[in-house]
T-cell receptor, first 113, second 114 residues
Framework: KAGVTQTPRYLIKTRGQQVTLSCSPI?????VSWYQQTPGQGLQFLFE???????NKGNFPGRFSGRQFSNSRSEMNVSTLELGDSALYLC????????????FGPGTRLTVL | AQTVTQSQPEMSVQEAETVTLSCTYD???????LFWYKQPPSRQMILVIR??????QNATENRFSVNFQKAAKSFSLKISDSQLGDTAMYFC???????????FGTGTSLTVIP
């Protein structure tokens, strides 16, 4: 089975722009979670989708949004980028419940200038 | 509120030696899972070991084992016979059975010295 893939792998944007990141889960996995990873902060949960429905959302401003498609692929969007949004964005998929093993993608490294 | 604390930002160990990484968590839940994930430099995060809170027996996976103390809300990871490939950031994580969100600690950067 192919692993979790994320595109693009690297992205450079300027303040005020918006960005869309994509995540393709492992085939058969219907749960996709998104995390923001920054040095010293660890992984901060953004949101989790299951069968196109957002089941849970972390404490991030409304500039961060996401969606999931019928094929379980997921996108996250960040509007009006700020310098503090520079981070590694990870997505993870799991089969069924999230407490089953999560399989992580390689991440998208976003740099905001 | 659920929190996970890893109090050791950095650790090092000599190759072939044993090292223990600490993790404590805070929750009012009774049923949950605990995990240790490993993130090697520039590589994907992978699961090291998982523990179900209702199981008293500590989980083991080859050279990796945990010391789970439910009353103390402690979940440490022991790595025996450390290898160079164990060099990575290690994250402790928690998820309640009633939720769909993982809570991660801030990580411990482990370096295995040849």
């Amino acid at each position: 089975k192919a692993g979790v893939t994320q595109t693009p792998r690297y992205l450079i944007k300027t303040r005020g722009q918006q960005v869309t990141l994509s995540c393709s889960p492992i085939s058969g996995h219907r749960s996709v979670s998104w995390y923001q990873q920054t040095p010293g902060q660890g992984l901060q949960f953004l949101f989790e989708y299951f069968s196109e429905t957002q089941r849970n959302k972390g404490n991030f401003p409304g500039r961060f949004s996401g969606r999931q498609f019928s094929n379980s692929r997921s996108e996250m969007n960040v509007s009006t980028l700020e310098l503090g949004d520079s981070a590694l964005y990870l997505c993870a998929s799991s089969h069924g419940q999230v407490y089953n093993e999560q399989f992580f993608g390689p991440g998208t490294r976003l740099t905001v200038l | 509120a659920q929190t996970v604390t890893q109090s050791q930002p950095e650790m090092s160990v000599q190759e072939a030696e044993t090292v223990t990484l600490s993790c404590t968590y805070d929750t009012s839940e009774n049923n949950y899972y605990l995990f240790w994930y490993k993130q090697p430099p520039s590589r994907q995060m992978i699961l090291v070991i998982r523990q179900e809170a209702y199981k008293q027996q500590n989980a083991t996976e080859n050279r990796f084992s945990v010391n789970f103390q439910k009353a103390a809300k402690s979940f440490s990871l022991k790595i025996s016979d450390s290898q160079l490939g164990d060099t990575a950031m290690y994250f402790c994580a928690f998820i309640p059975l009633t939720g769909n969100q993982f809570y991660f600690g801030t990580g411990t950067s482990l370096t295995v010295i040849p």
